[in-house]
């Protein structure tokens, strides 16, 4: 069975600050898929990432970057210099095998951003 | 990029009442469809798989005679809420899989409520 989870439930910071989000994951398979996903109050899922087990290069894009580490099963998200833009609720979620299957989500985190 | 179209995207409906909510995969085909329920603050549950031309298959405590899910065409899966109550009221959200990059694409969303 997946699991994901994020423990930190929400997180204020004030603008311009970095904020690094957790998700840790459990799993059987020896390949899978993992994703994070940010969710305005407009409800809509907006795709952010996707890194598959075998890769675990690190990967940044603009304010965004992400941390892979097998070795701790964890995936976390850091935004650098935030912005007000950026808050909404992130999910991160595991997919076996061949990202075929269904996806499981963590709680996720909702971020808020004070000007 | 391929979109899936959902509608409507809030509705309101009295108890006792049914509800369909449908979602159009555009300019591809999806095979498979998953059906999540979001709650006010909480993370995203996988309702159903459903497949282009065979039965749903329904998660762990759902009611499959509540939820009836068709998948019909290989552009087109609807989840009709029957008997409705207020309890129901929830934000629905389907996904496809994109099967070319092993990626998922979600729809709008529908936030139903009943009152």
């Known amino acids: 069975a997946q699991k994901v989870t994020q423990a930190q439930t929400e997180i204020s910071v004030v603008e311009k600050e970095d904020v690094t989000l957790d998700c840790v994951y459990e799993?059987?398979?020896?390949?899978?898929?993992l994703f994070w996903y940010k969710q305005p109050p407009s409800g809509e899922l907006v795709f952010l990432i996707r890194?598959?087990?075998?890769?675990?290069q690190n990967e940044i894009s603009g304010r965004y970057s992400w941390n892979f580490q097998k070795s701790t099963s964890s995936f976390n998200f850091t935004i650098t210099a935030s912005q007000v833009v950026d808050s909404a609720v992130y999910f991160c979620?595991?997919?076996?095998?061949?990202?075929?299957?269904?996806?499981?989500f963590g709680t996720g985190t909702r971020l808020t951003i004070i000007p | 990029g391929a979109v899936v179209s959902q509608h409507p995207s809030w509705v309101i409906c009295k108890s006792g009442t049914s509800v369909k909510i449908e979602c159009r995969s555009l300019?591809?085909?999806?095979?498979?469809m998953f059906w999540y329920r979001q709650f006010p603050k909480q993370s995203l549950m996988l309702m159903a798989t459903?497949?282009?031309?065979?039965?749903?298959?329904?998660e762990q405590g759902v009611e499959k005679d509540k939820f009836l899910i068709n998948h019909a065409s290989l552009t087109l899966s609807t989840l009709t809420v029957t008997s409705a109550h207020p309890e129901d009221s929830s934000f629905y959200i389907c996904?496809?899989?994109?099967?070319?990059?092993?990626?998922?694409?979600f729809g709008s969303g529908t936030r139903l409520t009943v009152v």
């Open positions: 300019d591809f085909q999806a095979t498979t």
């Open positions: 979620a595991l997919s076996p095998r061949f990202g075929n299957e269904k996806l499981t």
């Open positions: 996904s496809a899989i994109l099967r070319d990059n092993y990626g998922y694409t």
């Open positions: 459903s497949n282009e031309g065979s039965k749903a298959t329904y």
């Open positions: 799993t059987r398979d020896t390949t899978y898929y």
């Open positions: 890194r598959n087990s075998f890769d675990e």
